[in-house]
């Protein structure tokens, strides 16, 4: 049987199969975004293989690439707060 | 197309600046430019009062006084922001540089502060500590200077037109482009960099590659523009490759990080081994930058003349051929002197500082002293 795994992004739970990187946690979220763009636009990860640094976001604290983080339980992954803030409005 | 007053060639800040300048004047302007992108898309776009010698006192003293009347205008994407520089002192032999550093400054109107240990861990709460002090220049800046050379040139309006095409070859008063095309004026200005060292057949101008690193986003961790007093000394070594720390603090939230120094590398790929003595000079400074993540780097090259100063002015012996050229590491600073000093002499005007020091037949002087 497949282990699954429960994280947060943006405090929200999501339950994911082990082994699944926190930019495909994302792309299973309801927004598949990392972060915004200067000028406010949504940026989802783009290449996968850590080299475009679309995939930038907070993973327990650090700012870490969503591509190249595997994801673990318990793990806090946080887009910034303008981001969230935007979301809800 | 009605023959311009004067072509310009090249479209960076300092070509863009002179081209807008120009037109104010009243004159009809063609800027023509390779569309490569050059030291302006390479670099920090520090406004920085500089004191090496008098004549560059003056000239970016001055630039400093022009930018404030344009930085307001600008739109948001330019960036400005009137973080000041900081000056810092490693040792406390180099406080007596600061000092001599303030009454340079002093003499030709620039406030600034001088800081004990204290005073500079107040204004920078997070710098390493050991430091000695340093000097606080409030009335420097930063732009994101690409896009001033953008509005520059959007400002100029209908007097200019701006063409995209690389200039083969000068024959006053008419040029060459690769296309075919030929243009013509009473007065051509270069304002191309090192691009100048084919269309005059001079050896005038070399290169200094430097580098730049950027971090993600860390919002709200400085606030001014930080630089080793140290700088003008590992800087401007003669030769050779060298890094100093030199620091801005972008919009953005990133940071942005220098700057080393190597003359006559063509080759634009970032060298790692002086990018992380380049890094480790920084961690001297701001040792929680080791746990920053960096997202790029690049480089860009400087364009230097023999001594180090700018060409501007006319041509030594070439009449209708005018020089903005070799900026080095200070083109955004004085694009805005440089634009009023050469539209006042192309215009037959007196220009508001001494334009002498900068005259490009000092070239010729030093081949004759030599
Ligand atoms: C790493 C680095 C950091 C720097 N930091 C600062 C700083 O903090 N503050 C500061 O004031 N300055 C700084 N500088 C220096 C500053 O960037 C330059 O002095 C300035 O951008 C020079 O502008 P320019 O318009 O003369 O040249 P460029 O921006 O190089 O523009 C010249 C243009 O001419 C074009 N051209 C060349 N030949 C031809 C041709 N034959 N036909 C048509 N077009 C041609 C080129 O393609 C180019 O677009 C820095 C430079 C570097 C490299
Ligand atoms: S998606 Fe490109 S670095 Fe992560």
Redesign the pocket.
Known sequence: MTQTINLTIDGVAITVVEGTSVAAALARSPLPAARLSVSGQLRPPFCGMGVCQECRITIDGKRRLACQTPCRAGMRVERDAKFRSDQHD | MNAPDVIV????????ACAWRLTQRGLRVTL?????????????????CMDDNPAELALTAWSLALWRDILPRLPDNCAWRDCGTLWLAQQPDELEEAERKRQRLADVQVASEPLCASALTAREPTLGAGLAGGLWVPGDG?VY?PNV?RWFIEQAGERLTHIT????ALEEPWLQ?RDGRRLQAPAILL??????N??LAEQWLRI?????AITDRYPARLSHQLVELGYAVSAHAPDGKSVAF?L?PRPTGQLLI???REYDNPDSRPDPVLLAAMLHRACDFLPWLADLNLIRCW?????ASPDGQPLLGPHPHRPGVWL??G?????????PGTAWLLADQITDNKPAIDAAPWLASRLNRQEVNA
């Open positions: 060639v090249g479209a960076g800040i300092v070509g863009a023509v430019d390779d569309g490569r992108p050059g030291a302006t898309a390479a670099g920090m776009g520090h406004l920085v930063i200077a050379a095409g690389e200039v083969i482009l304002a191309c960099a090192s691009g100048a084919k269309l200094k590659k430097g580098q730049l030199n801005q220098g700057s080393s480089s860009g090259f400087r364009s903005a050229l900026h080095e590491g200070l083109g955004v600073t004085t694009a």
